[in-house]
C-alpha cells in the first residue's frame, strides 16, 4: 500500500517504553514495519523511578492502530542480552532493517536532569548516565550491524538533542548528546563499503508524557500550556519523528543521508508529513519567546552559538584540506 511504504520491513526501537522512542516505534509501525519494542519496563514491573509506561503499552498502540509490533524486555546496557535480542530477530524474521536507538534520556536517576554549569555538576551519578545513555547505544549498534551488513541494507537512527553541536543541562548531558551525533557520523563512515546508512536524529519541543505533566495539561488541552510558555504552541508529539524517521528510511536515496544530523522539522518539510493533529511543527521557523529565561543563560546562548560557528568553519576547513591530500594521494 501507498501509506505504508515500510510494509515487510523490520525495526527495532530501543528505548520504546516512553517519549520519543514510543512515537517513533509508532510511527514505523504505522508505515508498515514489524517493530519490536524494547526496553525494561514491562506489565508489573514499572521503570526504576515509577514511571508508568511500559513497552507492552507501546507495542499494543501499534497493534490497536493496525499494525504488528512485539514488546520484548531488554537492558540495554547488558551486551549478552542484547546479543540475544537480535538473535531472536534474525530467527523469528530473517532480517534486521532498522535500529532506532532512544534509550534512556529522561531517568531522573542519572545526571541528565540537572541545569547547571561544568563547576556547579554532581558527578554521583554520572557513571550512570553514561552507561544508560551512551554505552548502550554503542552496545546495540554493535550487535545490530553484523545482520544488516550481510545483507548489504539497513539503517542505524541515534535518537540525540538539537540540531547544533551542544545540547542543554550540564557537562553529562552535553556529552552524551554530542557523542550519539559523532557516533552516528561515524557509524556511517564505517558502514558505507556494505550500503548500510546511520544517522542522528533530533526532536523539537518534544509533548512526551513527562513534558505533559510538567505543563498539567493533555494531549486533549495541550495548547493551554501556552498559556506557561508560549514556546509551547510550536510543540509536537513524539509521532511526529517517528513519522519523519519511517520517511527517511523509505527514501530510496536514504544512503545519500547517511551521517547527517536531521531534526524533525526539517525531516516534516523534506517529507511532508504532519504530526497527528495534521499540523507541520517548524522550531527553526518558530520566533523562538527568550522572556522567560535569565539574561545570562541567553548571553550565554549567545557566546556559544558564535563558537559554534567559528569551531564548524574552521572544522570543514580542516576537512576539506585532509580530503584533497587523500585525492591527491588516491590519484
Not at 499494543?60 to 493496525?66: L, P, T
Not at 498559556?227 to 536514504?254: C, H, Q, V
Not at 517529507?271 to 493533529?277: C, F, H, K, N, P
Not at 522572556?291 to 550565554?300: D, G, M, N, Q
Request: glycine residues 10%; contains cysteine; aromatic residues 6%.
Amino acid at each position: 500500500m501507498a501509506n505504508r511504504p515500510l510494509e515487510g520491513s523490520v525495526a527495532v526501537v530501543a528505548g520504546a517504553t516512553r517519549g520519543a522512542g514510543r512515537g517513533i516505534a509508532r510511527g514505523l509501525g504505522e508505515a508498515g514495519a514489524i517493530v519490536y519494542c524494547t526496553g525494561r519496563s514491562i506489565k508489573g514491573h514499572p521503570s526504576p523511578y515509577k514511571r508508568p509506561e511500559t513497552i507492552d503499552e507501546t507495542a499494543e498502540m501499534i497493534v490497536d492502530a493496525g499494525g504488528t509490533a512485539i514488546a520484548v524486555q531488554v537492558d540495554h546496557t547488558v551486551e549478552a542480552d542484547v546479543e540475544a535480542l537480535f538473535k531472536r530477530v534474525d530467527h523469528e524474521q530473517g532480517r534486521i532493517d532498522i535500529l532506532v536507538n532512544s534509550i534512556a534520556g529522561e531517568d531522573p536517576r542519572g545526571a541528565m536532569s540537572q541545569w547547571c554549569s561544568f563547576w556547579k555538576t554532581k558527578l554521583d551519578a554520572a557513571e550512570l548516565t553514561l552507561k544508560q545513555s551512551l554505552l548502550s547505544h554503542i552496545i546495540t549498534s554493535k550487535h545490530a550491524a553484523p545482520y544488516m551488513i550481510d545483507r548489504k541494507r539497513g539503517l542505524i537512527v541515534e535518537v540525540t538533542e538539537s540540531d547544533g553541536l551542544g545540547a542543554g543541562g550540564n557537562p553529562i548531558t552535553q556529552v552524551v548528546k554530542m557523542a550519539l551525533k559523532g557516533l552516528a557520523l561515524n557509524m556511517a563512515a564505517e558502514l558505507s563499503p556494505y550500503k548500510v546508512a546511520s544517522v542522528s536524529v533530533t526532536p523539537g519541543f518534544l509533548r512526551s508524557e513527562t513534558m505533559l505533566e510538567r505543563f498539567g495539561v493533555t494531549e486533549a488541552n495541550w495548547q493551554d500550556g501556552g498559556k506557561k510558555d508560549r514556546n509551547f504552541l510550536e510543540s509536537e508529539t513524539p509521532l511526529f519523528l517517528g513519522r519523519g524517521i519511517a520517511a527517511l528510511a523509505a527514501d530510496p536515496e536514504l544512503l545519500d543521508h547517511s551521517g547527517q544530523l536531521f531534526s524533525s522539522w526539517a525531516l516534516g518539510r523534506k517529507y511532508g508529513v504532519t504530526d497527528i493533529d495534521g499540523r507541520r511543527p517548524d522550531w527553526a521557523a518558530h520566533e523562538m519567546d527568550f522572556s522567560r529565561h535569565p539574561k545570562s543563560l541567553v548571553e550565554r546562548l549567545r557566546t556559544g552559538s558564535e563558537m559554534q560557528i567559528r569551531f564548524l568553519r574552521e572544522t570543514a576547513d580542516r576537512s576539506e584540506h585532509l580530503l584533497r591530500q587523500l585525492s591527491a594521494s588516491a590519484g
